[in-house]
């Protein structure tokens, strides 16, 4: 699978996660911020 998540106005992030994963944490999120995730 792929993550895609992006704070508007910065650069998008991607995540690549085997098939086997259940649950990923993101860290390093700006608090009161709006995040978009594809």
Do not use: D, M, W
């Amino acid at each position: 699978y792929r993550v895609v998540y992006q704070v508007e106005g910065e650069e998008a992030k991607e995540v690549i996660l085997e098939p086997t994963i259940t649950e990923y944490k993101l860290t390093g999120l700006l608090p009161l911020s709006r995040y978009t995730v594809l």
